[in-house]
């Protein structure tokens, strides 16, 4: 898999997400998003959830029974029930989560539109869309003004607004629920300060460094007729003529590590 030429620009920014949620300033961040999230989603109880991001687990928070962690290649992967395919591909049926995270991706892939349509695809009729961004409007987003700022990993990519993002979920017909800022600083300080964040955060101010974007889908009238789910082992899409497919790795992961 992670020998696909097409692969494996987003192999590299799966390694370079890594590393930054394991730095400090990462790890900063990523309390506060979860923090963010934790309050919102302690009462969604499902039974299978997956997460889309280049790194930074956020989607254990919330009582959803199986949690699956989306990997473009089996080098990365973590668990044995990792999701491997392109992020514009699931090989999943349609309406089977009741969970889905996208964690900071939609401004780093290549097709967002797609993304997100395959993100919306699966969210069952009465599940929930979970998406993590930057503010272009926080301190941090304005300062991207500077070369050096683009060059940052957080910095890469194309920013956009929750308005922005609320337009495109009218399209798969979502709508927003509610939308929370958190990753509060004053420029020129790293994010970590609580009585900051907690004042930016219980006034939901738009100047925070992220916001989260709860979604849900505009009809929930009929209830979900669910495909049954198997798991246990990682399993690998293939998007092929436009159709999703799905097979099983047929061994355990084996890792160097």
Known sequence: MSNSPELQPMVK??????????????????????AC?????????????LELGL???????????????????????????SLVC??????????????VVIHHLLEVAEEPHRLLQEAARVVADDG?????????LSPFGLSRLLPKRR????????????????EWLAFVDFEVQRVDYCGFRVPGRPVGNRRLEVFGR?????????????????????RPNRKQLAFGKPMVGHAINGATRLRKQPEQITRDE
């Open 55 to 81: 790194g930074g687990q956020m989607a254990d928070t919330c009582p959803v029974r199986h949690l699956m962690r989306w990997v473009p290649c089996l080098e990365l992967a973590d668990t044995a029930e």
């Open 13 to 34: 920014l799966v390694q370079a997400g890594r590393g930054f949620w394991l730095s400090a300033r990462g790890r900063m961040l990523l309390q506060a998003e979860r």
């Open 128 to 136: 929930h869309l979970i998406i993590f961004g930057w503010s272009p």
């Open 202 to 222: 219980r006034h939901n101010l738009p100047l925070g460094e992220c916001y989260m974007i709860h979604a849900r889908r505009r009809s929930m009238l009929a």
């Open 151 to 166: 060059r940052e990993f957080c910095g890469q990519g194309r920013w956009r607004t929750p308005s922005r993002l609320a």
């Open 86 to 99: 392109h992020p514009d591909g699931l090989p999943l049926p349609d309406g089977c989560l009741d969970l």
């Open 37 to 49: 999230l934790g309050p919102v989603s302690d009462r969604w109880f499902g039974h299978h959830g």
